[in-house]
């Protein structure tokens, strides 16, 4: 692929990639990126958060994901991401263009692993994916409770939840044997029968706060940005010299 074939789709199927930590959706999706600028040099996107006061190890961790991903797009050129109107926006801004690193980046104030961080949010959303699966076949069969420590993966239909929960278990590094059991804990451990109904109940505390959070900050968003109502969101410019379309956008 050459530079002049990178699309605005090539850029934006690989920015899909990447979540939020806290609410495991794509930054696409959340209304995350702002704009997507394609040059003769490369890409440019903006990135933009529900309010200044994100947080910083959050922010940090979409925006170099996003660079992440973008280098794997064939062709891309120079890769430019900027994050705008946060408190820390040149902090971050600067170190993913010198490829500083989170501790480069924070230094002193780099007091978590990223790493930590990136798996304490992968176990949130493994636990809320495999309460969505559980409570659909408790609510769509004639499983219960009790029937809950003997499912395996086979024993979960085809659909977006397994697919989901599929994804998490292969983050976290969990087998995806069909004959696996459905119900373990982050380690792949198997969960004990008296503990299960507990874990089931915990599992679905973090799944409604993962999905009343994603409504906060859709809010959030949608306020701050209110004077942007009716404009395309992320907006596609493409100024290359061999682009006939000199600005072409994309819902």
């Given at each position: 692929m050459t530079a002049e074939a990178v699309t605005s789709g090539d850029?934006?199927?690989?920015?899909?990639?990447v979540v939020d930590p806290e609410l495991d959706e794509p930054i696409t999706d959340l209304g995350f990126v702002r704009s997507v600028v394609l040059d003769d040099d490369g890409v440019t996107v903006h990135l933009r958060l529900p309010t200044a006061f994100c947080s910083p190890n959050f922010a940090y961790l979409m925006a170099s994901?996003?660079?992440?991903v973008l280098e794997t797009v064939e062709g891309i050129g120079r890769i430019r991401i900027l994050l705008d109107d946060h408190h820390?926006?040149?902090?971050i801004n600067s170190g993913l263009a010198a490829k500083a690193g989170y501790q480069g980046t924070f230094g002193v104030?780099?007091?978590d692993s990223l790493d930590d961080l990136r798996r304490t949010f992968l176990r949130k959303a493994h636990l809320a994916a495999?309460?969505?699966c559980i409570e659909a076949l408790l609510r769509e069969t004639s499983l219960t409770v009790d029937d809950i420590g003997t499912l395996t993966l086979s024993d979960i239909p085809?659909?977006?939840?397994?697919?989901a929960l599929l994804r998490r278990r292969l983050a976290l590094g969990l087998t995806l044997c069909p004959a696996g059991r459905v119900f373990v804990d982050d380690e792949g451990r198997t969960i004990p029968a008296?503990?299960?109904p507990m874990r089931l109940r915990f599992a679905k505390s973090v799944r409604i706060s993962m999905e009343g959070n994603s409504h906060?900050?859709?809010?959030?968003?949608?306020?701050?940005?209110?004077?942007?109502?009716?404009?395309e969101v992320p907006r596609i410019v493409d100024i290359r010299s061999t682009s006939s379309v000199p600005v072409r956008r994309v819902s």
């Open positions: 850029v934006l199927r690989a920015l899909s990639e994901d996003a660079q992440d820390d926006s040149h902090k104030e780099a007091v495999l309460e969505r085809p659909g977006r939840y397994r697919s008296e503990n299960i906060f900050c859709r809010g959030l968003l949608a306020t701050r940005y209110s004077d942007d109502d009716g404009a």
